[in-house]
């Protein structure tokens, strides 16, 4: 059996070597998440999978502190070394290929695999949450994105338009088009909520891991943020409609247009926020009863 020592030495050498072998899909990876706001997210997802490791150092201390006095399974380790080569196997066939997901996928699979194989599959139970919570990391896949889009904005739209006749602005509705008296709207790619979407997911799943010994209420808590991201969408397309009614389509391009998507950012971040403050204050109730 290996000391630890040992085990740490070997893992930082075949890690180092996991990051040459990935080095060709790393920089368009960044790419992304610096140049396509839809999965600028991403620059978020290290840190704080980083952050919940960190939380667990105690764990993480303890257990590799024990590893020589516990007993790791020959064959279940080995069984990490498998899923570490054929995801290597996989990386290597797509990237040839040219096809981008697949080998980013193969990336946080490999990384999973290879801690699971240096160190135990009860060291990776420890960290779980944080290893799966790097596939946030994967950029969201322009064809799935395509597919989405469309039945967003449209409920959107159609969400939207009733709330602006309330306060008594004639339109006519369009499919995505709003024709005002003043000018017309067109409810673009960035008013359908993708992007809100994307961020308020990975952030109600960061929030509920916070709330205390109650899954029931932290599914609650990831099942309500595509709700919150939506209607924060809705709200903007309301909010744009009435300003152009008075000030013309000027306050749907540049400036005002992009002040208004960090609002909707904001008003989602406040409004989850807030729901995840409800519920853990219930499940702290609950446990202190």
Known sequence: MLSTSSLIIRFIILFVLLLCTYYPIIPGLVSVWLEDSNNSHGLLVPLIAGFFIYQKRHDLKSYIDNMGSLKCGFWTNSLGLFIFIVSLCIYIL???GSIDLVPRLMLILSLISLAWYCFGLSLINIILFPMLFMFF??????????????????FATNMAVPMIKIFGIPLVQEGNIIHLTTCTLEVAEACSGIRSLTSMLMLSIFLAY???NNNYKRV?????SPFIAILANVLRIMGTGILANSYGNRVARGYVHDVSGYLVFIFGFIALLLLFNLLNKESNQDGSE
Do not use: N
């Open 137 to 154: 990391m994967v950029p969201v896949p322009d064809s799935f994105i395509g597919i989405i889009t469309l039945p967003m904005k449209t």
């Open 210 to 212: 916070m709330i205390k």
């Open 220 to 224: 609650i808590l990831v099942l309500l």
């Open 94 to 96: 797509f990237f040839v």
